[in-house]
């Protein structure tokens, strides 16, 4: 089954299982470690569980973005601590730059470099998650002056 971490990992998702030929079931996991900043706390909370028991599934984690590592490196384990038989993860993009935790990435999709990205459901303080495509935000965003 596929668990997308929302919300970012929303637009990720509907491309991937779409593009399946095997049928998957989906479920969603929300979490957050970012507040409304743009870098991570390190802190994970559940906003929103999985409706469905992993015991025993086979589990393909869907992320839009790897920054810190810390998001999909609690999801892995908290996944495998309720019994998931396996745990993988496909991750549209990553940000080598910035990883504080490494966590295996069996499907890979993108690198990108230390900037922070909008777009394709990524946000800067849940603005910008419905731009088609993924952009660079600018740092005048983030830094305040056009906020
Ligand atoms: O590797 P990390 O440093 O942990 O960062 C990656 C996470 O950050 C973003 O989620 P965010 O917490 O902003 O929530 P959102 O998906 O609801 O925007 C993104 O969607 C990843 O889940
Ligand atoms: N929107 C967005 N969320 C992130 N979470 C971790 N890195 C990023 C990023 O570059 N953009």
Known sequence: MLVAVLKGAVNTLV???QAMTIDAQIDF?????YGSGSSSSGRITVR??????VKGRNVLIV????????TLDW????????GAASV?????LEKPARRKVEVPVKYKGFEV???FVVGFG??????FRNLDSIAVLKPEVYEGSLV
């Open 15 to 17: 491309a991937l299982s």
């Open 29 to 33: 996991m929300s979490l957050s470690s």
């Open 48 to 53: 929103q569980d999985l409706s469905t028991d």
């Open 63 to 70: 992320e839009d973005i790897i920054d810190s590592g810390y």
């Open 75 to 82: 999801t892995v384990r908290e996944l495998k601590r309720r």
């Open 88 to 92: 993988e993860v496909f991750a549209l």
């Open 113 to 115: 470099p230390d900037e």
């Open 122 to 127: 990524l946000d800067y303080d849940e603005r």
